[in-house]
């Protein structure tokens, strides 16, 4: 059995003893991990590879009577051994896995276990530094080695011996079997990186509970580095009950080398759905030369028109807020708030003027409860549309009869409501958006009149539906193709059905654009408000690519998609809100393969 060992250290003259051999007090071993560890030694060379990350030797490895020899600290720190100094004794010792060694200094004498080894065979002094050879320490601290043919080089792998990890946490409320803490421990997936290269961080953390590891915490940790130089990164974890680990870190090298800009960066590597910031050295180069533009062909079918009903402000008392008829296909987008003293309800009243009754039928719908944060919810519910199951729910409605549609929860005043509503019907009815006082029936109807909501956006549009077929195997450079672009598409006219004024759907808001993105190769798709906002809904792939509540500004883009190579073609929809302010872009960046 080994025996513990005790070191006695004296000042003076035996400290500098000590200092001279590297073991100016006890080595503590640090956290080490009880994953595999790698490691490459050169003969007369400094640099070490640990892990795929490189260390300096105070001390090189050297040949020595053709065995290969390392430096003993070196190895006890690695390793996770105790090594200790006996300065009255001017002995250094070690204990090992598989052995307790006393190095003698002055006799120049080695015993392994009591045992007497021949010290001029196994160990050797460079630099006021002790060495050993490897293939007599490898059985002894459980290493396994292989040397290059020329004998040059030995790589080492073992397995680590937990240590100071396994220090017992002061949080244990179960003083029978104390908790011990967690173990922070990362390895980089490569020793160096270029300019604008993604860094690849290889999470080796655990804990010894099994407790999990909720909680991270990094410190100096980018997802790539534009500078050229040595980047410390440390990392603590907490377990499932708090304890907290010791730091543990370790510093990446970058080159001074190009690989990528900060511009560039997120085209490449950030996920779907990040947002980040639109820099003007990729976006000059998408407005810019005549050849990134690509053919799109455009489509504004007029066969399901856009019944939009918006009061940006208030609907200032009961009544009827806005009227239009509908025969077939129609898009119904109501949203109003109430901005009346009590509560109300918004409703979307069907009257069927004919002698013979109209079926109604709803193939798509999503819609916003009450809410004060209405402008905030406009994004969700266009989410909630694109994202929804079609449906095909009936309704008839019969002759002069009027029915309610829909009927909001009771709104409080300053709240919103918002639907939308995709229906077909086999006969004309009358659609109209209404704020009713709660409880009314349609009888109550007739006496409410006519009101004005402030700052309405009310309106009949031809277009619902904008079909895009872009064509994108000449794609060389960046190119952007614009919602709202006058140079592209013509704008969404319309008529006030009240006033029979002319309007436009300047935001383009309830419109739902359908993309498809032909011959794509390798590139990156962004979304891009090029000199304003876009609040909405965007889909992918039938994905939901989330935007911010709050909207995306010209200072911002988010990334929607980047193809591989192998598809054929990529499926978008977008839906604007009220509040988008067109033109926005969808960016589409090609991707060097290099």
Known sequence: MLRMLTSSLKTGTLVSAAAAFGLLFPAAAGAVSVAPQHI?????????????QQVRLEQPAVIAGDSFYIPLRWLADTRGLELNWDGDANTIRLLTPKAFIEFDLGSRSITVNGESADYSSVADIRN??????????????????KLAADGQSAQISFIGTPSSAYKESDLTKDDAQPNSRPIALFAFGKSSYKLGEKVDYVDLSYDPDAEGLPDYEWNGKQDAYYKPGIYPVTLRVKDGKGNESEPFTRSVTIEDEPYLSEAQFPYYYDAPGAVFKANDDVLNAVYGPEESKLPVLVRQPEDKPLVLGSGSRFAAGLGYLYQEKVNGEARLYPQYTNGGRTESQLAVVMRNNNEKAVKVTTTRQAESGPSVYGAVRLGKTAEDFLSSTPREDELVIEPGAAVYYKISPNMAPGQTFQGLYDIRTDGEISVSYAMIAPGDTTYNLSGYPLVASNGAKNGTFPV?????????????????????????????????????????????????????????????????????????????????????????????AVLLHRTGGGENSV???IMAVDGTQLPVDLVLYPLQAN
């Not at 190769?521 to 792939?541: C, D, E, W, Y």
């Open 128 to 145: 006021d530094r002790l060495l050993v050879k490897l293939s007599w320490i490898a059985e002894y601290a459980e290493l396994q080695y």
């Open 571 to 573: 499926d978008i929809e």
């Open 40 to 52: 490459e030694l050169f003969a007369e060379k400094s640099a070490v590879t640990v892990n795929g």
């Open 464 to 556: 619902s539906e904008v079909g895009w077929t872009i064509d994108a195997h000449s794609l060389k450079w960046p190119a952007a193709v614009g919602m709202g672009d006058p140079s592209l598409e013509p704008p969404l006219q319309g008529y006030d059905a009240m006033n029979k004024q002319p309007l436009e759907n300047r935001n383009h808001a309830g419109v739902r654009y359908r993309i498809q993105l032909e011959h794509t190769g390798k590139m990156a798709i962004a979304l891009h408000p090029r000199t304003g906002f876009f609040q909405g809904a965007v889909r992918v792939n039938g994905n939901i690519i989330t935007i911010p509540a709050a909207g995306l500004t010209e200072n911002e």
